[in-house]
């Protein structure tokens, strides 16, 4: 996770890390920045980042996949489980909580969304855990990245429009445009 977003949501400025933290405050700028990588800091420094932010250390240094990436992964989970396994794998391990706590919404929303179909699909009834989330839309359309090529190749936002009128109902409640997850290598 980086630095920024942890200090946002702990509402701590760089300047108070520094001082909580004991590291050099041009450390700090230097991570915030991008000038210098999490991963590349000495364990020490790592921990006492940690420490004074009051998360582990493993949670700094967590990588988040691109969204393309992510969905990928999880069509390919659909495939190889099967739905139904599917299903129980993310109600047991609670991933959609998960993502929604990191504030990680696009795959919070794509999981619950993929839930909710595959249960759709399977005639199975909707798990209630996740109403809360049920409601969370994102704030702006994410697009399958070949409908962004098509658009650029064309010179037109027509392949946006279609793309919207293809979505499978669960994920474009979410504003998350998906036409196919069954048709993965």
């Excluded at 691109?66 to 659909?78: D, G, I, Q, T």
């Excluded at 299903?87 to 959609?96: F, G, Y």
Aim: glycine share 4%; proline share 4%; charged share 25%.
């Amino acid at each position: 996770m980086e630095l920024k977003t942890i200090l946002a949501e702990k509402s701590m400025t760089k300047y108070r890390l520094s001082k909580l933290s004991g590291v050099p405050q041009t450390t700090v700028l230097d991570i915030c920045n991008g000038k210098t990588k999490l991963e590349n800091c000495t364990s020490g420094t790592l921990f006492k980042l940690a420490k004074a932010l009051g998360v582990t250390m493993e949670s700094m240094l967590e990588k988040r996949p691109p969204f393309e990436a992510f969905k990928s992964h999880v069509c390919h989970m659909v495939k190889n489980m099967g739905d139904l396994d599917f299903i129980i794998h993310v109600l047991e391990s609670d991933k959609i909580r998960e993502y929604r706590n990191k504030h990680w919404y696009p795959e919070a929303l794509y999981m619950l969304a993929m839930t909710d179909y595959l249960s759709r699909e399977n005639e199975l009834p909707l798990c209630t855990n996740y109403n809360d989330i049920r409601s969370m839309r994102l704030s702006e359309v994410i697009y399958p990245s070949g409908v962004h090529v098509m658009c650029m190749v064309i010179g037109s936002e027509h392949p946006k429009q279609e793309s919207i009128k293809a979505s499978i109902p669960e994920f474009i409640r979410h504003n998350i445009v998906e036409a196919e997850v069954r048709n993965v290598c």
